[in-house]
């Protein structure tokens, strides 16, 4: 191995020391709010929030919040959201992606013209509702999943991995009297590892995070996502913290309740995330290669 000169180990020492300052930006901040969901409200307030490692260790804040059914019912709902909405996500932008990446079809500058205009203008919130509405999906899960079938960028990102894959393999298929679908499930499927995944995790995430078409379209309690359960939890506490009665050390505290909550949203995603990440790279630069 070729010994580095003097500039070269300057060069690639600022490198290490930019890296872990770059590390320890993302890992700090996680970490300090982990701290603050396990710190009592008397140690929090002495430290003027700022909490790293935590003196005494309490789980009140996780207790409050895991108190009741209503969490894991919550839970359920954004699992099986994520879960269908994901694949239903991936299923009808692979189907649509795969005939726009062929250029022998008839009319595709004109779809994706429609689909890019989709990306600068839409009808906004109050269209939105009334066609969920007309369509009877009110007070339904379903209204969470449907409307949000296909996004027009993660549907750009995937035709333009499916435009680099060979059409000679289409056209192999297609003269041993394989089908469309045939072609999608057995060539283009197995060929797409990395952008599926990418894409998938892009969806999943979405579906995940988010709560503000669950308060547009959700009245049932019952039927709630866990970012909205969480959300209405937080807010409630912060119109009854003046009013806890509970020991000095373990009083309900906004800011524990806030991180416990972040910690308790984002720990399914930070449990996938790493089985899929040897594909995120991969899939986003194969898949931005051509426009």
Known sequence: MKSLSPSGRIAQGLNYTLLALLACSCIVPFFYVISVSLTPVTEVLR???????????????????????????????SLFRAVMGTSLNLLFTMITALPLSRKSLPGRNVFLLFIVFTMLFNGG????YLVVKQFGLLNSVWALII???????????????????????????K???????AILFKIVIPLSTPIIATIGL????YHWNSFFDAVLFINDSAKIPLQLFLRNILMATLA?????????ADIVNPISMQMAAVVLSTLPILCVYPFIQKHFTRGILLGAIKG
């Open 47 to 77: 430290q003027n929030g700022l909490v790293l490692i935590p003196k005494r260790i309490t789980f009140f804040a996780y207790e409050q919040l895991l108190t009741g059914e209503t969490l894991a019912n919550a839970y359920k709902v």
């Open 125 to 128: 919130i109050i269209p939105h």
């Open 147 to 173: 409307p949000t079938m296909i996004s027009a960028f993660n549907l750009l990102i995937m035709k333009s991995f499916f435009e680099q894959l060979p059409e000679a393999l289409d056209e192999a298929a």
């Open 175 to 181: 003269i041993d009297g394989a089908g469309e679908l």
């Open 202 to 205: 892009f969806y999943a995430v």
């Open 240 to 248: 009854s913290s003046g009013d806890a009665a509970a020991d000095a």
